[in-house]
């Protein structure tokens, strides 16, 4: 099979053409990733940066911020042995107040029998106030008999000193009478 110089031109052509289109692509992809690898070399950079100012601030922190949480904590500390005194103190005062109240309970407790008692009294004299009152009224009842027997009597004498007068006075007149016409004698 022999193959013409045309064709081996063409087909050589052709070789080179998909060759120069592959370096092309190469290229391409070769170009890309240099801008890749710059971008990923940014980003070392960037990284680096911080990481070299975390250092930074970690030796900061470690050589001022540390010492001032320190010392903010032995604050801290301190305070809560503080409150942890004073609570002792406030359940020393909440011991004392409870045994107070207590002895008022029992005082109140004394107060409530003796109230008992006097109403008990109370109770005895309300009863000894009513059988006073119902004697006062019994006697009252009597006193109003007797005040009606009295009026009655009274009426009585008045009535009679009423017919008395009148007989005086008729009398009177008899004798004024008599006396006026000579018949009076002397008895």
């Not at 009177?172 to 016409?181: C, D, I, P, V, Y």
């Amino acid at each position: 099979m022999q193959i013409s110089l045309d064709e081996l031109q063409t087909e050589l052509y052709d070789s080179q053409k998909q060759h120069q289109l592959i370096v092309e692509k190469h290229e391409i992809d070769l170009n890309e990733n240099v801008v890749k690898t710059q971008q990923y070399l940014d980003q070392i950079q960037t990284i680096n940066n911080e990481l070299d100012q975390l250092k930074e601030e970690n030796i900061d922190y470690k050589t001022k911020q540390i010492p001032i949480y320190e010392e903010q904590l032995q604050m801290k500390q301190n305070t809560i042995i503080d409150l942890e005194k004073n609570i002792g103190d406030i359940n020393e005062q909440l011991q004392i107040k409870q045994n107070t109240i207590s002895d008022f309970e029992k005082n109140i407790g004394d107060i409530n029998e003796q109230l008992e008692i006097k109403q008990n009294i109370i109770i005895d004299l309300e009863k000894n106030i009513g059988d006073m009152n119902e004697q006062l009224n019994n006697k009252q009842t009597l006193i109003d008999l007797e005040s009606t027997r009295m009026k009655t009597k009274d009426e009585q004498i008045l009535h009679l000193v009423d017919g008395v007068r009148k007989t005086k006075k008729h009398l009177q007149e008899t004798h004024e009478h008599l006396k006026r016409n000579g018949e009076w004698q002397s008895h």
